[in-house]
């Protein structure tokens, strides 16, 4: 059964970079048939798709036109896991923030969620 | 301002049949198959009802089905019960720019 995991901070400062970590248990970060995805959620937003990272004949990343130019989606194969930085967070990036598995076009497996605020 | 549109709430009677709509454009709901739906009871992360725009996982009842028109996918559930009462986000594929895009959710009562 597959589980993500997740871990960092619930509170960022305005300006600073937001950082969370997932781990997974069950699959591999490296498989063929899944990607590997940061949604967030606040009640001004909804669920927003924020990026992925996944591995076909190489790594890609792609990410969300609306924070492409702050954030990075990384894997670490080492620990069997992928990370989220979104930096110069302002007010508005308070949420919820899932790490999802998306496989045969659905996300089928979420992370517990992390409620990071952005807050002096 | 999410990138489908959803009505903000439906209400329904146990027993009866609610429709959920999802509009978007050519460029995500109606260039590609690939519409799920998610229920959300509160403080609970979203679960899968419909994948594929029609596809049920296994596990969710058949009282569940999905289908699309042109750039509206929409999301019926049939004999409504009261564990049903919950919020519900459509999600479709838009493309290389933003693969994944989100509506604004749905609350639905159960009378």
């Known amino acids: 059964q597959v589980q993500l995991q997740q871990s960092g901070p619930g509170l960022v400062k305005p300006s600073q970079t937001l950082s969370l970590t997932c781990d997974i248990s069950?699959?591999?970060?490296?498989?063929?048939?899944?990607?590997w995805n940061w949604i967030r959620q606040s009640p001004s937003r909804g669920l927003e798709w924020l990026g992925r990272t996944y591995l076909t004949s190489k790594w890609y990343n792609e990410y969300a036109l609306s924070v492409k130019s702050r954030i990075t989606i990384k894997p670490d194969t080492s620990k069997n896991q992928f990370s989220l930085a979104l930096n110069s967070v302002t007010p508005e990036d308070t949420a919820v923030y899932y790490c999802?598995?998306?496989?045969?076009?659905?996300?089928?497996?979420w992370g517990q969620g992390t409620l990071v605020t952005v807050s002096s | 301002q999410s990138a489908l549109t959803q009505p903000r709430s439906v209400s329904g009677s146990p027993g009866q049949s609610v429709t959920i709509s999802c509009t978007g454009t050519?460029?995500?709901?109606?260039?590609?198959?690939?519409v799920s739906w998610y229920q959300q009871h509160p403080g609970k992360t979203p679960k899968v009802m419909i994948y594929g725009i029609t596809k049920r996982p296994s596990g969710v009842p058949d009282r569940f089905s999905g289908s699309k028109s042109a750039n509206t996918a929409s999301l019926t559930i049939s004999g409504l019960q009261g564990e049903d009462e919950a919020d519900y986000y459509c999600c479709s594929y838009a493309g290389s720019n933003t693969p994944w895009v989100f509506g604004g959710g749905t609350k639905l009562t159960v009378l």
């Open positions: 050519s460029s995500d709901v109606g260039g590609h198959n690939y």
């Open positions: 069950g699959d591999s970060v490296s498989s063929n048939s899944a990607t």
């Open positions: 999802v598995r998306e496989r045969n076009t659905f996300f089928d497996c």
